[in-house]
């Protein structure tokens, strides 16, 4: 099991809510993503860190921000939830140079 | 359309059989890899194959490549329950940036 942890695992909010999903790592990677999953579906990356101060927008266009003040903890945010914003979210995180990412167990977000 | 796309989508086979699953992709890369993922959880590393490898084996997984039709396969021998997973393929397009692409995924069943 890697060392990178999620939570909640499982949160269920009404429309317009704030929500912060954490992510943390122990294994001291300088790289960190964050990926949406929608059931039976491919990942899409919605945002990426290099490291402390550095964060930079995916694949896919995404409501949501991060932040990466320290090197084990890469929070996202979503201002106001919506439905739309259902989802599976996993973060992941990799070394420098290092290509095999290690996923943390998932947030699934439910808003009604 | 996507990097990556598994062929088949969904697989169903007896214990004891082997597994064969496809993946295509539309660009130059530099390594594919393979995951795994158990259904509501993150996804865990199996094996990386880089470009200029055809071969790759690790356990009961085989793995080859071919850059020239841009695919790769996944084979899984003698299959047991606990194989019972989705797995994705994933590349990453540019030297240096180690920002993966997924696949849409194959899911496996494997009947006891």
């Known amino acids: 099991e890697a060392d990178i942890y999620q939570t909640p695992r499982y949160l269920v909010i009404g429309t317009g809510k704030k929500i912060t999903l954490e992510c943390s790592q122990t294994?001291?990677?300088?790289?960190m993503y964050w990926y949406q999953q929608d059931p039976g579906m491919e990942l899409h990356l919605i945002h990426y860190?290099?490291?402390?101060?550095?964060?930079e927008k995916g694949d896919l266009s995404s409501e949501s921000t991060v932040s990466r003040i320290r090197t084990e903890h890469f929070p996202l945010t979503l201002e106001s939830a919506r439905p739309s914003h259902t989802s599976q979210y996993l973060c992941?995180?990799?070394?420098?140079?290092?290509?095999?990412?290690?996923f943390g167990p998932g947030t699934r977000l439910t808003v009604l | 359309s996507q990097q990556g796309e598994e062929d088949p989508q969904a697989l169903s086979i007896q214990e004891g059989e082997n597994a064969t699953m496809n993946c295509s992709y539309k660009?130059?890369?530099?390594?594919l890899q393979w995951y795994r993922q158990n259904s509501g959880r993150g996804l865990v590393h199996l094996i990386l194959?880089?470009?200029?490898?055809r071969e790759k084996h690790s356990g009961r997984l085989r793995v080859t490549l071919d850059t020239s039709k841009k695919s790769s396969s996944l084979l899984i021998t003698a299959s047991r329950a606990a194989d019972t997973a989705s797995y994705f393929c994933?590349?990453?397009?540019?030297?240096?940036?180690?920002?993966?692409?997924f696949g849409t995924g194959t899911r496996l069943t494997i009947i006891p």
């Open positions: 860190s290099y490291g402390v101060n550095s964060t």
């Open positions: 294994m001291g990677h300088d790289k």
């Open positions: 660009t130059s890369i530099n390594n």
């Open positions: 194959i880089r470009s200029n490898e």
């Open positions: 994933a590349t990453d397009r540019n030297f240096g940036n180690e920002k993966l692409t």
């Open positions: 992941a995180s990799s070394e420098v140079g290092g290509h095999t990412q290690y």
